[in-house]
């Protein structure tokens, strides 16, 4: 037997929509009379909406030890003069104290060994969300100075040769260890695959071959014989970015290009950066 429906639904039905919801859509159609009409003015809070609920989350998706924290996305490199206000950003929860760090406080001389694992958990956690967090992020996080944090991350590649995803390295920013130095170095001096090192350095296939294919054309341009000047003109590169890369086959000691094609052979087609980056 079905159930009739309340006669007194209507009664109810404003309570239902006493929401943050509606209470934007209100802001909106007050604050900004004549901008929106009905119609945009429910599509915008929907979207409002839709942004605030992963930045909010309930306190269940939070463990006692865990804190949340907004990240930039790691697909969303930067560019000239950009704010953050301008950048996409992504919520993770991180693990900020263990139980493992808990047991290891208990010994003594375990302090720094506590220290540099939950600075490199932190880093690994968020991207393993979508996010990375730049040194001053995990700075504020453990309240330990940037320059530890930069240490902390140094150490890490001399002693494993692997990246650690922070800002600076995924995004080439700063002070950090440059990816393009890495990604040619496994490439083009350890002879790797492209795959493995796109593994390795958490970027994709593409990117990898941008950066290598890169280098080769500044290479031959210097095999050539063309100074820095010509090279950035010939490339379409900037002088600094030139630079770096001369620096960079330099300090790998690469031979000259014996076949012009080889500059090519990489990997085919326009050396155009993937995604925009």
């Known amino acids: 037997m079905s159930q009739r429906p309340s006669t007194y639904a209507h009664v109810y039905d ?5 929401t943050f919801h509606s209470a934007l859509c209100h802001l909106l159609q007050t604050e ?5 009409g009905p119609a945009v003015t429910r599509l915008f809070a929907d979207k409002i909406d839709a942004l605030y609920e992963p930045f909010h989350p309930p306190r269940s998706r939070v463990q006692a030890g865990q804190v949340f924290w907004a990240a930039v996305a790691a697909d969303d490199p930067p560019r000239r003069d950009r704010r953050i206000e301008d950048t996409r950003l992504v919520p993770v929860v991180l693990d900020l104290v263990t139980p493992q760090d808990i047991d290891n406080t208990a010994h003594r001389g375990r302090r720094a060994h506590i220290r540099r694992d939950k600075i490199l958990r932190l880093f690994r956690q ?6 990375v967090l730049s040194y001053a992020d995990v700075s504020l996080l453990v309240h330990t100075a940037i320059h530890t944090i930069s240490q902390v991350v140094l150490a890490e590649h001399r002693a494993t040769g692997q990246l ?6 995924i995004h080439d920013m700063g002070r950090s260890v440059s990816h393009k130095a890495i990604i040619c170095y ?5 002879k790797k695959a492209t795959s493995q090192v796109a593994q390795e350095t958490f970027h994709s296939a593409e990117e990898v071959e941008y950066y290598v294919q890169t280098l ?12 820095p000047d010509d090279i950035a003109q010939a490339t379409g590169h900037s002088k600094l970015l030139v630079r770096e890369y001369l620096d960079l086959i330099e300090q790998f000691k690469l031979p000259p290009i014996a076949n012009p094609a080889e500059a090519d052979s990489v990997h085919p ?3 155009s950066m993937p995604n925009g980056t």
Do not use: H, N, W
């Open 14 to 18: 404003a309570s239902k929509r006493k």
């Open 164 to 169: 650690v995803p922070c800002r600076g390295t």
């Open 186 to 190: 496994k490439r083009l001096v350890e």
């Open 32 to 36: 900004f009379p004549g901008i929106f």
């Open 269 to 271: 087609g326009s050396a």
């Open 126 to 131: 968020a991207y393993e969300q979508g996010g």
């Open 216 to 227: 080769r054309r500044v290479q031959l341009c210097k095999d050539s014989g063309m100074a």
